[in-house]
């Protein structure tokens, strides 16, 4: 009877072993589309609230408020004196939502006590243009734009954002000439923890980094294709502490697929890149599918949907339709949002 016993033991785990190794190839084979919003704006980022619900902000001013409960879209328009903002760049914390537009003047807006959009953040300035939002708590975020001075423009608040101050250049690394940022998915940011690190590109494409919510910063070189105005990294995204990636490129040349995707695995110091002169070419957004381990990523471009099921080492086109972001709910469900629409993306799963 000890006998059957240990054969039948042996065989459940031989069982489990089997079924581990079949779930470990089940990787996405393809994905359904389904549009949810259409309008004449369009659409650079997307925020899932803490309730489920879908925000975003784009241009001509205007934002609006999915509940996936209903199905049921809620949508206005902003506007500052006779100024209709364009809006690249969002964020939330449990209780606001924010958004906050690009170019002159710089206008950030945040949900107001009687439910209206309030502004809490101005500035006026030739060279202004903020590309990125993100908070790493209720209290605590950043946004960062494209050099005012000799260094980024970085503003942070620790009220919840109720105010937001912007960092003297003196506190940061030097920018490098025509160095900038794109305001293509709102994804120039990362955080976890305590720690944010921001992609750049133009003339010179690197990574600041800060260990401390934006009291100190470091900075470090990419081998990124750069030194023109539309070359570098468009999109940043890191799994863990440690294990990020880029993608960018130059979206004046999408067919472009040399320095364009690279990955680090010592937290933002040091960048390797991966799949160099294979597909896919230029992208705006990458994000790391929730729950993979860090082995799966999809990234998204007005030249398609792309995925990596091996950290990235290689890449597989799931389909031509053009997304600018994408914003996972889980590791099969994600929105993606383009010009004029926003779309739900149901990514199907299958043994290769």
Request: glycine fraction near 12%.
């Amino acid at each position: 009877m000890k006998r059957v016993i240990l054969i039948l033991g042996f065989l459940i785990i031989l069982s489990c072993q089997e079924e581990n190794k079949k779930k470990g190839l089940e990787h996405i084979e393809s994905v359904e589309v389904q549009t949810i919003y259409e309008d004449s704006v369009s659409i650079r980022t997307l925020e899932i609230l803490n309730d489920g619900s879908l925000a975003f902000a784009g241009s001509d001013g205007k934002f609006g408020l999915y509940s996936p409960a209903d199905k049921k879209w809620v949508t206005n328009t902003i506007s500052e004196d006779s100024l209709k903002p364009s809006f690249r760049a969002t964020g939330h914390t449990s209780t606001d939502f924010f958004m906050l537009s690009v170019a002159n003047p710089a206008l950030l807006f945040k949900t107001g006590d009687n439910g209206q959009m309030q502004p809490v953040y101005y500035e006026e300035g030739e060279k202004v243009f903020y590309d990125s939002l993100k908070f790493w708590n209720d209290r605590e975020g950043i946004a960062m734009g494209d050099p005012t001075g000799n260094c980024l423009s970085i503003i942070i608040t620790r009220d919840g954002g109720n105010t937001w101050n912007k960092i003297n250049c003196d506190e940061l690394p030097p920018s490098e000439a025509g160095e900038a940022a794109f305001a293509a998915s709102n994804t120039n940011i990362n955080i976890s923890g305590n720690k944010a690190w921001i992609i750049t590109g133009g003339m010179k494409s690197r990574v600041f980094y800060t260990p401390d919510k934006g009291k100190k910063w470091e900075v470090f070189e990419t081998p990124l294709i750069q030194g023109t105005p539309t070359q570098g990294g468009y999109s940043m995204d890191f799994y863990d502490k440690m294990e990020g990636f880029i993608v960018g490129g130059d979206y004046t040349n999408p067919d472009l697929n040399t320095g364009n995707k690279a990955r680090t695995e010592d937290g933002g110091r040091t960048w390797e890149l991966v799949s160099d002169g294979a597909e896919p070419g230029y992208k705006s957004c990458v994000q790391y599918i929730p729950t993979m381990g860090g082995k799966e990523l999809i990234t998204v471009g007005f030249t398609g949907i792309s995925y990596s099921a091996d950290r990235g080492d290689t890449w597989r086109t799931l389909s031509d339709e053009g997304f600018y972001t994408l914003r996972f709910i889980n590791d099969s469900t994600a929105y993606a949002a383009g010009k004029n629409r926003i779309s739900k993306l149901m990514f199907k799963r299958g043994e290769q």
